[in-house]
């Protein structure tokens, strides 16, 4: 237990957020308890000489001297709020990373999208070794992560360079089932076999929010469009005829820069339904294998093999995709550094145009989160080594990094990455990362982003979860349609 007390003092979110990567899995109160291992005392005082926020930190107990500990320093908080705060975090990870023997290969980076401060450094004119001097100075990130920073965001300025971020958009297209539910799975999915009966309601139910939308946008161009879930190859091929036929009837689909559907499990996707999405322009898919080591599938409850991964992918080739994306995932229950290195050894016979490499996020409402007990985690060492060997792989194959995030809860704080030939990068991908353009989302629990660019802000809103609910909302929201 970490006990957080802050006397007008802010930054609780960044401090909480830095005692996370070191001390995943704890549990945080914010009042005094003789319970908490760690206690993160801040105050603000103002004295004579400045003002300044004084920190204390005590390691142990009491009660167990051998193990006590106490550290202290204070920031001077005359600095812009940025500083000030950057300052906080720099002192404090070192507190931390002294007493764990623990050094983060992002520093104090704990955010999301830490290639956004790369970009907007570039756009504001720094050079790249300016900026990587600033992410390892400011930020303490080692040279690698600093490194893969600065690759990133030198890819997306050169992808972006031509999109009209405020008079174009992207749609986003959820179909929520998928064949069975995933060990890790934390989107919104329904086992596909429960909503035989009802999914042509989805589907219309869909078609007209799409109609609606494409009412409402019809003077902004579509940029991309994305259809993802889900699987929505769990969808029959007559099912995807409907829904993509009702989107080229609404959208001028010939002029969008991008159409990606997510096949993603392999044992949804048929050679018929690759045809319907070929027929309407569908141009970049991904067939996502997670693992190609058999024992691994199975723990994780996917339907399908390692030969099913390599027969979709090749009836895939077959029906005339040369833009394929696959999904690996680091950290898998069970794995180790030298099943991912079969996993990427198998990818690479495949080649695929880009590959997107996740670490494991534990999400709370997730089937490996609530029976965690029935599996080992994986070490924080291992997932960087795993890492290494997908960095290295993908440079072997030509695929370069254009889009990185991180999530909270992954298998030692690290990144996902997404690693492209060039000119086969997924801008919708991008897009929903910069939070650059406005993306419309359709379908049970889609979040639309609409930015708006006058007030540098962006409104949110979200569709229900629920297919079910999802229908009826519909059916009330546009009765007039
Ligand atoms: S394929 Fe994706 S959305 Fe479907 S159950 Fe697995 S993790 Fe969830």
New binding site residues.
Partial sequence: MIALLLFDMPFEQDIRELFMAFYPGRTYIYKADPQAGIIFTGRRIDNPDGGIYDVELIFGSHTEPEAYDEEHFSVNIYNSRTEVKNELKRQLYRILSKHTGIELPWGTLTGIRPVKIAVNMMESGFSTQEVLDEIKTTYLTGKEKACLCVDTALNEIRILKDIDYNNGWSLYIGI?F?????L??????YPISRWALKKNEYIAALCRELEYTAKRMKDMKLHSIYIG???PT?LEACDLETLLSALKSFFNIDDVLEFSVEA??PDSITYEKLLVLKKYGVDRISV?PQSMNLKTLNTI??NHDVDMVKEAFALARKAGFLNINMDVILGLPGEDAEDVQNTFYELKRLAPESITVHCLALKRAARLNTEKYRYKSTAYEAVESMLDISRQYCRDMGLMPYYLYRQKNTAGNFENVGYSKAGCECIYNIMIMEEKQTIIGCGAGSTSKIVIPDENRIERAENVKDPALYIERIKEKYMDL
């Fill in positions: 929520p998928c064949p069975s539910t995933c890790y799975c934390s989107f919104t999915s879930g889900g699987t769990s993603g499990r996502n409850g996917r």
